[in-house]
């Protein structure tokens, strides 16, 4: 089993709007990204854990703990003329855009870059000084990387390339 990190802007699709969803899934729509599509494509699993992060809000950081709850299938926003995600050259016959739905299990506390403690720690900032988000990200590099996990890439909903983390470790068990 695999374990995704897999993030989304709140205001867009939070834990919280999964779980008011019906079963607590959603389909993880907009993904613009040939590698990121690849991954979901080719590497995740139906029961393959995910961290449910909040980016671009006023607390980042895991907000949930989920799972693949689909095998892969067409994105249905890339035929949508009215969806942002709309891609002209993909065509019904042969979709470029493939997604998979995740299904969230509980709600956590916020866990991550929002813990200005753990961060200041992690990157070596003194108490009083400003964090930015460089130093939010080298922080969640560092933390991330004590506990064994493999470096790999990351897939938001908003469709961004950026750093992900393959979680390498069981959190089933842990308490949030």
Same mark, same amino acid.
């Given at each position: 089993?695999?374990?995704?990190?897999?993030?989304?802007?709140?205001?867009?699709?939070?834990?919280?709007?999964?779980?008011?969803?019906?079963?607590?899934?959603?389909?993880?729509?907009?993904?613009?990204?040939?590698? !990121?599509?690849?991954?979901?494509?080719?590497?995740?699993?139906?029961?393959?854990?995910?961290?449910?992060?909040?980016?671009?809000?006023?607390?980042? %950081?895991?907000?949930?703990?989920?799972?693949?709850?689909?095998?892969?299938?067409?994105?249905?926003?890339?035929?949508?003329?009215?969806?942002?995600?709309?891609?002209?050259?993909?065509?019904?016959?042969?979709?470029?855009?493939?997604?998979?739905?995740?299904?969230?299990?509980?709600?956590?506390?916020?866990?991550?870059?929002?813990?200005?403690?753990?961060?200041? !720690?992690?990157? /070596?900032?003194?108490? %009083?000084? /400003?964090? /930015?988000? !460089?130093?939010?990200?080298?922080?969640?590099?560092?933390?991330?990387?004590?506990?064994?996990?493999?470096?790999?890439?990351?897939?938001?909903?908003?469709? %961004?390339?950026?750093?992900?983390?393959?979680?390498? !470790?069981?959190?089933?068990?842990?308490?949030?």
């Amino acid at each position: 089993m695999n374990y995704w990190l897999m993030k989304s802007e709140p205001g867009e699709c939070s834990v919280d709007d999964v779980l008011a969803a019906n079963n607590s899934s959603v389909p993880w729509v907009g993904v613009r990204n040939y590698q !990121a599509r690849n991954f979901m494509r080719d590497a995740m699993q139906v029961g393959d854990g995910v961290l449910f992060y909040h980016s671009s809000c006023a607390e980042p %950081g895991i907000a949930g703990i989920a799972r693949v709850a689909s095998s892969p299938y067409p994105d249905p926003t890339q035929f949508d003329l009215l969806s942002p995600y709309y891609d002209a050259k993909s065509k019904p016959a042969e979709p470029r855009w493939i997604l998979v739905d995740v299904q969230v299990i509980k709600k956590t506390r916020i866990v991550g870059q929002g813990g200005e403690q753990d961060a200041r !720690a992690a990157c /070596g900032v003194e108490p %009083g000084h /400003g964090i /930015g988000r !460089a130093d939010r990200t080298a922080a969640m590099e560092r933390l991330m990387g004590r506990a064994g996990d493999a470096v790999s890439l990351n897939f938001s909903r908003s469709g %961004g390339l950026e750093k992900f983390y393959k979680i390498d !470790a069981d959190f089933s068990s842990t308490n949030y």
